[in-house]
Protein backbone atom coordinates (compact mmCIF):
# COMPACT_ATOMS: atom_id res chain seq x y z
CA UNK A 1 0.00 0.00 0.00
CA UNK A 2 2.64 2.51 1.14
CA UNK A 3 4.56 1.84 -2.29
CA UNK A 4 1.31 3.00 -4.35
CA UNK A 5 -0.54 5.52 -2.26
CA UNK A 6 0.05 8.38 -4.31
CA UNK A 7 -1.63 6.38 -7.09
CA UNK A 8 -4.46 5.21 -4.80
CA UNK A 9 -5.25 8.53 -3.41
CA UNK A 10 -5.06 10.13 -6.78
CA UNK A 11 -7.55 7.68 -8.89
CA UNK A 12 -10.00 8.08 -5.53
CA UNK A 13 -10.14 11.26 -5.94
CA UNK A 14 -10.54 11.64 -9.73
CA UNK A 15 -13.18 9.09 -9.22
CA UNK A 16 -14.66 11.04 -7.33
CA UNK A 17 -14.41 14.32 -9.15
CA UNK A 18 -15.43 12.57 -12.07
CA UNK A 19 -19.17 11.23 -10.61
CA UNK A 20 -19.36 14.54 -8.98
CA UNK A 21 -18.68 16.53 -12.74
CA UNK A 22 -21.53 14.37 -13.64
CA UNK A 23 -24.25 14.64 -11.21
CA UNK A 24 -23.32 18.45 -11.38
CA UNK A 25 -24.10 19.17 -15.16
CA UNK A 26 -26.88 16.34 -15.41
CA UNK A 27 -29.15 19.38 -16.12
CA UNK A 28 -26.84 21.16 -18.43
CA UNK A 29 -25.11 24.69 -18.37
CA UNK A 30 -25.46 27.98 -18.12
CA UNK A 31 -23.65 28.68 -21.66
CA UNK A 32 -25.03 32.48 -21.73
CA UNK A 33 -22.86 33.26 -18.47
CA UNK A 34 -19.85 30.48 -20.04
CA UNK A 35 -19.23 32.75 -22.50
CA UNK A 36 -19.24 35.80 -20.65
CA UNK A 37 -16.89 34.51 -18.51
CA UNK A 38 -14.83 33.24 -21.70
CA UNK A 39 -14.85 36.72 -23.32
CA UNK A 40 -14.31 38.23 -20.10
CA UNK A 41 -11.52 36.30 -18.89
CA UNK A 42 -10.02 34.25 -21.62
CA UNK A 43 -11.62 30.93 -19.41
CA UNK A 44 -12.76 27.90 -20.62
CA UNK A 45 -15.28 27.16 -17.66
CA UNK A 46 -18.21 24.64 -16.79
CA UNK A 47 -21.21 26.74 -15.32
CA UNK A 48 -23.94 25.17 -14.02
CA UNK A 49 -27.40 25.76 -15.41
CA UNK A 50 -29.07 27.32 -11.99
CA UNK A 51 -25.81 29.92 -11.98
CA UNK A 52 -27.16 33.29 -12.04
CA UNK A 53 -25.15 37.06 -12.26
CA UNK A 54 -25.29 38.59 -9.23
CA UNK A 55 -22.51 41.27 -10.15
CA UNK A 56 -21.22 42.11 -13.24
CA UNK A 57 -18.59 44.86 -12.57
CA UNK A 58 -15.85 43.66 -15.34
CA UNK A 59 -15.71 46.91 -17.32
CA UNK A 60 -14.95 48.92 -14.43
CA UNK A 61 -12.99 46.47 -11.61
CA UNK A 62 -12.45 43.14 -13.92
CA UNK A 63 -14.83 41.40 -11.31
CA UNK A 64 -17.95 39.53 -11.97
CA UNK A 65 -19.79 37.50 -9.20
CA UNK A 66 -22.14 34.56 -10.20
CA UNK A 67 -24.31 32.26 -7.55
CA UNK A 68 -27.03 30.02 -7.11
CA UNK A 69 -29.51 29.26 -4.42
CA UNK A 70 -30.03 26.85 -1.69
CA UNK A 71 -27.37 25.67 -0.68
CA UNK A 72 -25.55 28.95 -1.84
CA UNK A 73 -22.73 28.85 -3.79
CA UNK A 74 -20.63 31.38 -5.17
CA UNK A 75 -18.02 32.14 -7.44
CA UNK A 76 -16.37 35.39 -8.05
CA UNK A 77 -13.69 35.82 -10.68
CA UNK A 78 -11.35 38.98 -10.50
CA UNK A 79 -8.34 40.20 -12.52
CA UNK A 80 -5.57 42.37 -10.30
CA UNK A 81 -3.10 43.73 -10.42
CA UNK A 82 0.35 41.26 -9.53
CA UNK A 83 2.81 42.63 -6.91
CA UNK A 84 3.90 40.68 -5.00
CA UNK A 85 2.84 37.00 -3.36
CA UNK A 86 2.90 38.17 -0.11
CA UNK A 87 0.47 40.22 -1.00
CA UNK A 88 -2.05 38.07 -2.57
CA UNK A 89 -4.30 37.73 0.87
CA UNK A 90 -4.98 41.11 1.31
CA UNK A 91 -5.40 41.90 -2.43
CA UNK A 92 -8.04 39.22 -2.08
CA UNK A 93 -9.93 40.72 1.31
CA UNK A 94 -9.19 44.03 -0.91
CA UNK A 95 -11.74 42.91 -3.76
CA UNK A 96 -13.82 41.70 -1.81
CA UNK A 97 -14.76 44.56 0.66
CA UNK A 98 -14.96 46.73 -2.46
CA UNK A 99 -17.11 44.31 -4.73
CA UNK A 100 -19.06 42.07 -2.00
CA UNK A 101 -20.26 44.37 0.18
CA UNK A 102 -21.98 42.27 2.90
CA UNK A 103 -19.25 39.84 2.67
CA UNK A 104 -16.02 40.20 5.16
CA UNK A 105 -13.02 37.90 5.22
CA UNK A 106 -12.31 36.75 8.61
CA UNK A 107 -8.67 35.94 9.70
CA UNK A 108 -9.60 32.92 11.85
CA UNK A 109 -8.85 30.43 9.42
CA UNK A 110 -6.51 31.27 6.55
CA UNK A 111 -4.62 28.64 4.17
CA UNK A 112 -2.34 29.05 1.16
CA UNK A 113 -0.60 26.64 -0.84
CA UNK A 114 0.99 26.46 -4.13
CA UNK A 115 0.06 24.08 -6.45
CA UNK A 116 2.64 25.28 -8.82
CA UNK A 117 4.79 27.79 -9.38
CA UNK A 118 2.63 30.06 -10.49
CA UNK A 119 -1.09 28.39 -9.03
CA UNK A 120 -1.71 29.45 -5.41
CA UNK A 121 -4.61 27.57 -3.81
CA UNK A 122 -6.40 29.42 -1.06
CA UNK A 123 -8.91 28.79 1.55
CA UNK A 124 -10.27 30.48 4.56
CA UNK A 125 -13.86 31.68 6.29
CA UNK A 126 -15.89 34.55 5.33
CA UNK A 127 -19.10 36.25 6.96
CA UNK A 128 -21.86 37.30 5.57
CA UNK A 129 -23.57 40.18 7.06
CA UNK A 130 -27.06 40.20 5.89
CA UNK A 131 -28.26 36.46 6.73
CA UNK A 132 -25.76 36.66 9.75
CA UNK A 133 -23.85 33.49 8.93
CA UNK A 134 -21.13 32.70 6.18
CA UNK A 135 -19.02 29.63 5.85
CA UNK A 136 -15.83 28.58 4.10
CA UNK A 137 -14.62 29.74 0.66
CA UNK A 138 -11.58 28.39 -1.92
CA UNK A 139 -10.23 28.87 -4.91
CA UNK A 140 -6.99 29.63 -6.70
CA UNK A 141 -5.05 32.47 -8.11
CA UNK A 142 -3.18 32.31 -11.35
CA UNK A 143 -0.11 34.49 -11.48
CA UNK A 144 1.21 35.53 -15.10
CA UNK A 145 4.28 37.48 -13.90
CA UNK A 146 5.40 38.63 -17.08
CA UNK A 147 1.69 40.99 -17.61
CA UNK A 148 2.39 41.66 -13.64
CA UNK A 149 -1.92 39.99 -13.23
CA UNK A 150 -3.30 38.00 -10.74
CA UNK A 151 -6.42 36.03 -11.87
CA UNK A 152 -8.28 35.32 -8.69
CA UNK A 153 -11.53 32.36 -8.77
CA UNK A 154 -13.03 31.77 -5.53
CA UNK A 155 -15.67 29.82 -4.68
CA UNK A 156 -17.87 30.64 -1.19
CA UNK A 157 -20.26 27.79 0.33
CA UNK A 158 -23.29 28.49 2.75
CA UNK A 159 -25.17 25.67 3.82
CA UNK A 160 -26.29 26.75 7.58
CA UNK A 161 -25.97 24.38 10.07
CA UNK A 162 -25.27 21.39 7.71
CA UNK A 163 -22.12 20.18 6.00
CA UNK A 164 -20.40 22.19 3.24
CA UNK A 165 -17.93 19.54 2.10
CA UNK A 166 -19.79 18.29 -0.86
CA UNK A 167 -20.40 21.94 -1.61
CA UNK A 168 -16.85 22.96 -1.28
CA UNK A 169 -15.76 19.77 -3.76
CA UNK A 170 -18.14 21.11 -6.18
CA UNK A 171 -16.94 24.43 -6.20
CA UNK A 172 -13.51 23.14 -6.39
CA UNK A 173 -14.36 21.22 -9.58
CA UNK A 174 -16.24 23.82 -11.48
CA UNK A 175 -12.98 26.30 -10.73
CA UNK A 176 -10.72 23.51 -11.57
Request: net charge negative; with cysteine; hydrophobic share 35%.
Amino acid sequence: LSSNEKWIIDSIDENISTNMNEYMYRNGENIELKEKIDTYYGLNCRIQKDYMIIKDNFLDDKFIWVGRGYPYRWIVIKKNAYLDESMLWYDFKDFVSKNMSNVKITDYYKNILYESDDIIKIQGVYEEEFSDSGGPFLGYVKIDRILKEALFVIGFANNPGKSKTRLLKELEIQIK
